[in-house]
């Protein structure tokens, strides 16, 4: 009491105001925390979606297509999506009727496992197909 006896008006409303500011320092620093903590608990339980891709030539043989399809399966019962698509080198672009049905062989193969995302598309050289798993 007797430092506050010494001390001017101003002195004191200055130590005041400067315990004010460590207290408001304080909650606001506490406040930032807890922010921080709830966005990385959010972020957290965000489920990042796995995308594999599986290409295919257009005359794929049914050795090849049958390992392909085994690799499919693996991926899509680990919860990935599996991108499929047949590339067309050269002048073999002119065999597109043989991507759509590979493509559509490998779909309803896949029947069991997964879901077909969007239908097979021509963009560019490949012919692409998405197959996305059961829930």
């Known amino acids: 009491m007797s430092d506050y006896g010494k001390m001017t008006d101003e ?6 105001r400067a315990g004010e500011q460590e207290i408001t320092d ?3 620093d506490k406040y930032k925390f807890l922010v921080k903590k709830k966005a ?14 599986i290409r295919f030539g257009p005359q794929t043989d049914d050795h090849d ?14 919860g990935a ?3 499929a698509y047949v590339f067309f080198k050269g002048r073999s672009i002119l065999f ?5 049905d590979l493509l559509e062989r490998f779909v309803n193969a896949l ?5 077909l995302e969007s239908a097979p598309m021509l963009e560019g050289k490949k012919m692409i197909v998405i197959i996305t ?3």
């Open 11 to 16: 002195q004191l409303i200055c130590n005041l």
């Open 26 to 28: 304080y909650v606001m």
């Open 40 to 53: 990385k608990e959010i972020k957290s339980k965000i489920v990042k979606v796995v995308v594999k891709e």
């Open 65 to 78: 297509f049958n390992f392909k399809l085994k690799h499919a399966i693996g991926f899509l019962q680990e």
């Open 81 to 83: 999506k599996v991108r």
């Open 96 to 100: 597109k009727d043989q991507g759509a």
């Open 111 to 115: 029947e069991d496992y997964g879901k």
């Open 133 to 135: 798993p059961k829930k």
